[in-house]
């Protein structure tokens, strides 16, 4: 037992080095060649959504995507989590 929870993290181990490994190479192939990124950042403060990013339509996109997540949490939340 002890045999397999050790291969288990051997091979989780393994899986991370695998995609840094990816990361890295991707970055490398991605700035040989010449592209224009979009970057967009998302969350909450408090209970308003918020966004900036390099792209006006694509922070839009964040922030509406974030007020979803954010109406979707408090319908959930109301809906399965009452406390008595």
Do not use: Y
Request: glycine residues 10%; aromatic residues 20%; charged residues 10%.
């Amino acid at each position: 037992m002890e045999q397999l929870i050790s291969l288990g993290i051997l091979l989780i181990f393994i899986g991370f080095i695998i995609v840094f490994i990816g990361t890295f190479l991707l970055a490398a192939k991605q700035t040989s060649t010449s592209s224009k990124t979009k970057v967009a950042v998302g969350g909450f403060i408090g209970p308003i959504p918020f966004g900036f990013g390099n792209d006006k339509n694509f922070v839009w996109f964040i922030t509406l995507l974030s007020l979803v997540l954010f109406l979707f949490w408090l319908f959930f939340g109301l809906r399965f989590f009452k406390t008595n």
